[in-house]
């Protein structure tokens, strides 16, 4: 059977220049962590529950004070542009029609103002919330906030799961280094140090420690999201270092390839975190019931980042609010199957290892 993501995907994967298609699709070294992220959530099951008179049911969450529809939210992706011409504005317009939440990536190839602009257009509640990586130059940082901020986002998602750029053997092959004449990094345009009217290269930096993100703390009075979460050790130091929200993440496998997968990886964050901030999780989810599955587990809500783009590619803004509707939709419907009425009441005892009874 094929599945209407699958069916995007597949032409995405037809319309696509291969290396872009690459770009998108690929994950570090041997692709581990990219296939574990989905293997994980086949190894899991739902247990539900019968009889329980589940009717009405309300799919929505609400994150650090913003209403998602449903608990599928737009994880953050670099260069929209390369899967269709409208690229962040497509993604923002359908995301906003979905009711649900972006994370504008800072490696967009809109500006995040222009952003905003086209999801309040359709909504003049969405919500964008805007991902960045923690720049060696602080003033460079604090200049991106300062223009989230005035775009009206409404928190930070700071990445910490790349100290280093992932090793992509997929562009090595390709040779896929850079943005086609004509597309840019458009946040990092004008930044300090900058050339005059260029761009800024985006810079990992493997010096950061928690101090840099006090900084940041500092300098902003938007929630803090640390995003690429997967020890308990750092989750707790997280919560105590007053963050406000964590998402369990191996970058969709294109980081650390010998990182688990985010499901098993989940539980655990969850136990450290004890419900003082709200959980997020990404990584392989593809169906309502991944979904299901993740909130059942600990996780508040789920973001999605390849499906949006193979949407994107397919189809513009129709082809990620496709994608948004599908995995919405297939939500209500395992909460329906399992005897839930809300998000909360999916509890851990709904889930079970695939073999286990
Ligand atoms: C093409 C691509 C670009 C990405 N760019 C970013 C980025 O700019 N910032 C970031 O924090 N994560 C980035 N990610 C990681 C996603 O936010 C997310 O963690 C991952 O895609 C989730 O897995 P999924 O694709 O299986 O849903 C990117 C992922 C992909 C596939
Ligand atoms: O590709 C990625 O995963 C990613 O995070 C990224 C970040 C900056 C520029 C391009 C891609």
Excluded at 155 to 165: E, K
Excluded at 267 to 278: F, L, N
């Amino acid at each position: 059977m094929t599945s209407a993501l699958s069916a995007l995907h597949a032409r995405a994967r037809e319309l696509l220049d291969p290396v872009h298609y690459d770009f998108f699709a690929g994950g570090a070294g041997d692709e581990m962590a990219l296939g574990e992220n989905r293997g994980a959530f086949r190894r899991l099951a739902l247990l539900p529950r019968v009889l329980r008179g589940n009717e009405p049911r309300d799919t929505a969450v609400t994150l650090l004070g913003d209403r998602a529809a449903t608990p599928v939210i737009v994880s953050p992706t670099a260069f929209h542009r390369l899967a269709h011409p409208d690229g962040e504005l497509a993604t923002a317009r359908a995301t906003a029609a979905a009711g649900t939440i972006l994370i504008a990536s800072m490696a967009s190839t809109t500006a995040v103002g222009e952003i905003t602009a086209a999801a309040r257009e359709i909504h003049p509640d969405a919500a964008v919330w805007f991902q960045l990586y923690l720049q060696p130059d602080h003033a460079v940082t604090t200049e991106l906030v300062r223009r989230a901020e005035k775009a009206g986002c409404t928190a930070l998602v700071v990445t910490v799961d790349s100290p280093v750029f992932g090793r992509r053997e997929r562009d090595e092959r390709n040779d896929f280094h850079d943005l086609p004449p004509g597309l840019a990094a458009e946040n990092m345009r004008d930044l300090p140090g900058a050339p005059p009217g260029g761009t800024l290269d985006i810079a990992m930096s493997p010096a950061l420690t928690w101090p840099d993100l006090w900084r940041l703390r500092d300098a902003t009075a938007l929630p803090i999201i640390l995003k690429g979460v997967l020890h308990p050790e750092d989750a707790r130091i997280a919560v105590a270092e007053g963050v406000d929200a964590l998402m369990v993440s191996n970058h969709g496998g294109r980081q650390l390839d010998a990182a688990p997968a985010t499901i098993e990886a989940l539980p655990r964050i969850a136990e450290a975190v004890a419900g003082r901030v709200p959980v997020l999780l990404d990584g392989g989810v593809r169906r309502g019931s991944d979904a299901a599955i993740a909130l059942a587990l600990g996780a508040t809500a789920v973001g999605v980042g390849r499906p949006v783009l193979w949407g994107l590619a397919a189809d513009g803004e129709a082809g990620v609010r496709q994608v948004l509707q599908v995995l919405g939709a297939e939500f209500d419907h395992a909460l329906a199957l399992c005897g839930a009425r809300r998000p909360a009441d999916l509890t851990q005892d709904l889930v079970t290892p695939r073999g286990a009874v």
